[in-house]
């Protein structure tokens, strides 16, 4: 059994239309709407890959109703969210099949009271005592101290799980201290916390300030990891069109099962980039096409970067 964390918990709404041009309107062709927010995702993915996973986080109102209802008679998560007073958000995204490309707009979520978080924390440290992986997901809603991933991380490391986080910003910064085991920026947020171009001389720093592993997500160019065994990138064979939004997800799922049945590095990255490759041609985040998933893996290159370890 996994354990995903989703503070941030949504109704993801995906359009599909034929091309996405500003300043005008636009014909819907196809409309999905599902519970979501990364650790929701990654749960979806887990399950389809036959692992247990268990979903907590914060929701509450109307939406947070529509979402959880989602969870049951759908998705058959195992369902352990705490409920707040605010409405859960929505997220829409807009994907535009003339070229793939996805339009992601994000609701900020909730206010969070100083007594939910506490009941969320309290929840939490009940949960982590019986899971071996613990993957913490996405944004965090207004009222959460910038420092509240550090928190769980601290929790579960003294539970024995091992934690893999997935977010950006401030976030971010503040966990590295207590020392997550895996973190998976994208190259974006990467950038944004170490102020450098160079994928892996800032996922150095990164190691340096605390992480014990840090995965890079580069989109279709594949993963770049530094890790206590060593260093790799690995890369898809090909770039598959469709809608991207889901990839980072299905990435931070075959992390936290790599973890879980501890794989080694270079067979966990292989795992990962085919995983992510196969949730390109799915039209919603959380899904993945099993034969491209089959298809894709073996062709996956892993190459070593004999990177030098932080002193």
Known sequence: MILTVTLNAALDVTYGVDALRPRTSHRVGTTHRRAGGKGVNVARVLAAR??????????GGPTGALLRDDLRTVANLHDELVAVSGTSRQTVTVVSRDDGDATVFNER????????????????ASLVRDVPVVALCGSLPPGLP?????????IAA???ALTVLD???????????AGPDVVKPNAAELAAATGCEDVVVAARRLRALGARAVVVSSGPD???ALTPDGGWRAAPPERLAGNPTGAGDACVAALAAGLADGRRWPDVLREAVALSAAAVPCPVAGDFDAATRRRIRPAVSVEDLHAPHPH
């Open 50 to 59: 036959g692992y247990g996973a268990t979903v907590t986080g914060l929701v």
């Open 109 to 124: 979520g909730p206010h969070v009271a100083p007594r939910e978080w506490r009941t969320f924390t309290d929840r939490f």
């Open 146 to 154: 910038s420092d509240a991933y550090a928190r769980l991380v601290r």
């Open 158 to 160: 003294r539970a024995g």
């Open 167 to 177: 977010t950006g910003g401030p976030p971010l910064l503040a966990a590295l201290d």
């Open 222 to 224: 594949g993963l770049h």
